[in-house]
């Protein structure tokens, strides 16, 4: 891995984005000597990079039309001629076209984009199409590597005029290891009863943001229907979000604070997960959600909508279940066989686990390890530095 150049950098919509899935390829750019650096918005994410990484908070702002975005165009710029980047690697679509735009002005040599999911995808709004699938096509020419971690985003991408190479990974990697059963049962009891779960809850755990693309509306509307069928039914939601409030009124108004808990952000997923019989996802959209890959580690049974990246790891009536996006009598349905046979639930587990070995981070490290090989190589399209000057390398 040649290069004249001896900084790396990471840059993401937010640095909680970073510290959950990146960390990783971070680490392995280091151990190779490379300095790394890390740009974000400040979120609880922030004091894990910061600690590991120098970090530079960006004013990144979600809206893509706001004016945050254009303050944090003109600080990358700044930062990127001021380190001289071998290489820049962008995540999150606001991010990635700032970022990518800015990478230009400054010439950069190598840039890498991983598409976590396009907004545009079958069955996405209209409005999605018009807005992000032009943008993606024209920042597409200012890409070395293009990379999609689900097969619909792959075949799509392919269509766009990269430098280099569009590239399909099944995902960005999940550590199988850290899911093994390596604390007591005591351990397990504890943590039941300091959540007010007994031994015979049937607990769905769902990780994720909460906000309206991840949808735990459903998942909400879906449990009022069946727990005075099945009082023994629970729900984790785990994470923050913008709609935190919003759905905690819902859960209050439908009576349902026995059963439905928010945990907000937590460290211990292995543990949480080991404790659950169903892990869920009910989103709009997503490109290859690592909350199921992490499920399918800790061998549970998963639900979730039928969309592109969950249909990519959910084998209907296998490991799972599927059901359509705001369907809730679906999804009672769905929830309701898997209360009734817990000898199925176990089943799927089973198959999770089965299933899940070729996500595994070991494998998806080393095929990132050749990626980032050839886009530190001297041919690399893009530009060097001749005499402290960026001049342009031929195609």
């Not at 598409?115 to 032009?134: D, K, S």
């Not at 993606?136 to 971690?149: K, N």
């Not at 785990?238 to 945990?263: C, M, P, R, S, W």
Request: charged share 20%.
């Amino acid at each position: 891995m040649e290069t004249d150049r001896k900084k790396i950098a990471f840059v993401a919509t937010v640095f909680g984005h970073l510290e959950a899935f990146h960390i990783p390829y971070m680490t392995m750019l280091k151990n190779k000597g490379y300095e790394v650096h890390a740009y974000g918005a400040v979120d609880h994410g922030y004091p894990g990079i910061s600690n590991q990484y120098k970090s530079f908070p960006i004013s990144f702002n979600k809206n893509p039309f706001h004016k945050d975005n254009w303050k944090a165009y003109l600080d990358l710029v700044t930062y990127f001629k001021e380190n001289e980047y071998s290489m820049v690697h962008f995540h999150t679509p606001i991010a990635s076209i700032v970022g990518r735009l800015a990478a230009k002005k400054a010439k950069i040599p190598s840039v890498l984009y991983t598409a976590h999911g396009f907004h545009f995808h079958t069955g996405a709004p209209l409005l999605n199409w018009f807005l992000y699938y032009p943008i993606e096509r024209i920042m597409a020419r200012y890409t070395d590597y293009l990379i999609t971690i689900n097969k619909e985003d792959y075949l799509r991408a392919k269509r766009f005029k990269v430098r280099k190479e569009t590239i399909y990974l099944p995902g960005i990697g999940v550590d199988t290891s850290a899911f093994d059963n390596m604390v007591s049962q005591e351990y397990y009891q504890a943590l039941r009863n300091s959540l007010g779960l007994q031994i015979d809850d049937f607990i769905v755990t769902c990780v994720a943001e909460l906000n309206s693309n991840k949808n735990q509306e459903q998942l909400i509307r879906a449990i009022h229907i069946l727990v005075s069928r099945y009082p023994y039914l629970k729900c984790l939601f785990i994470g923050q979000g913008n709609k935190a409030e919003y759905y905690k009124d819902q859960v209050t108004t439908l009576q349902l604070n026995d059963q439905i808990q928010f945990l907000g952000f937590r460290r211990d997923i292995p543990q949480l997960l080991a404790i659950s019989q169903v892990v869920a996802l009910v989103s709009k959209r997503e490109g290859l959600p690592k909350a199921l890959l992490e499920g399918m580690s800790a061998g549970k049974a998963l639900f979730g909508t039928k969309i592109r990246g969950i249909s990519d790891l959910i084998k209907d009536g296998k490991n799972g279940f599927l059901v359509e996006v705001s369907n809730i009598p679906q999804s009672v349905e769905a929830l309701e066989s898997m209360l009734q046979d817990p000898q199925m639930v176990n089943e799927m587990g089973l198959q999770s686990k089965c299933l899940v070995s070729k996500y595994d981070l070991s494998l998806v490290i080393d095929e990132m390890n050749r990626i980032y090989e050839k886009a530190l190589s001297k041919n690399t399209i893009g530009y060097t530095m001749v005499n402290g000057k960026p001049v342009e390398l031929s195609k």
